[in-house]
């Protein structure tokens, strides 16, 4: 059995909507064999993350950790290729504080990267029509925090593999996407990258593809 941890976040300063919690849903709506998905929402907190993140894999000793997260000023999917080893001192978190240290470890490394193979789900989301690039870099805050905690949890072998995943704000119902560079994606088409991403990284072949998917080009 193979075991998946899925987490989104709530809202934070700036940032009333986060599409990231129905991502989460929709991977937990999965139903693949052989795969057991537990999912959670981190209030976007950085002492909450530090104690829950490392809890949840102790708790259920997952084979592949998912990220999800709002990149509220991109208009495309951003596949994370590496978590750095810094925190932003210009943004307080949800519950108004910074991070103790402009590091998240002190001596440690610049960054970590993903074992995970990003370019290949980068291209198979890409052919179905999702505009996705590589990262190199998932920010400062705390997206990229709990992503170096992920990655930490693989470099002690206690997680096969983890991968952050970028996301803009879906374009809202009735609007047009014409100018608002924000909004392209849709909130089925974020679930989709859920659902693709899930299916990547507990190996699973990528076989559900969108209606229409051939008639969609990438942005």
Known sequence: MTTLLVTGFGPFPGWERNPTPPMVKAVTALRLPGVRIVGHVFNTVYAEVARDLPALIARHRPDAVLLFGLAGRTGHVRIEKHAHNVTTRRVPDASGVFHTSADIVADGPWRVPTPFVTGALTERLRRAGLHARLSPSAGEYLCNFAYWLALEAVA???VGRALFVHVPLPLRAGRSARGDFHRRLT?????????QAALAVTGRDIRQRRKGAGSRRAH
Do not use: I, S, T
Request: proline content about 0%.
């Open 187 to 195: 909130a089925a088409d974020l679930a989709e990258v859920a659902r």
């Open 156 to 158: 002690r072998r206690q």
